[in-house]
Nanobody, 124 residues
């Protein structure tokens, strides 16, 4: 398992943008063979998939609810991963979690490493 830390959450208005970051903390390292994903959990709801990307870069998958508005990416070193969230809506309000796994899947059960989460609140 890799200790992960997210940052970048906050309170914004409907239509605003935010960028979340995820990186391994301490001496941890995200292997290039890993899959990095973002999930979110709104109050009273189950944790749901948002987006994923191969740690080495390349292919990605998005939930239908965020397709065209959110972009998952990585920096040139492969150490920091981002979720660029555009045209935010109140329905995007949730705690956003970064996760790392070894399977190219949207199933959260496959992910063994999780961050502590960062709150995103979108006001109407």
């Amino acid at each position: 398992q890799v200790p992960l830390v997210e940052s970048g959450g906050g309170s914004v208005q409907d239509g605003d943008s935010l960028r979340l970051s995820c990186a391994a903390s301490g001496s941890g390292r995200i292997l290039s063979s890993s899959i990095v994903a973002w999930f979110r959990q709104a109050p009273g709801l189950e944790r749901e998939f948002v987006a994923l990307i191969r740690a080495r870069g390349g292919s990605s998958i998005y939930a239908d609810s965020v397709k065209g508005r959110f972009t998952i990416s990585r920096d040139a070193t492969g150490r920091t991963f981002y979720l660029h969230m555009g045209t935010l809506k109140p329905d995007d309000t949730a705690v956003y979690y970064c996760a790392v796994g070894s399977e190219y899947t949207t199933d959260l059960r496959a992910y063994r490493s999780w961050g502590q989460g960062t709150q995103v609140t979108v006001a109407s």
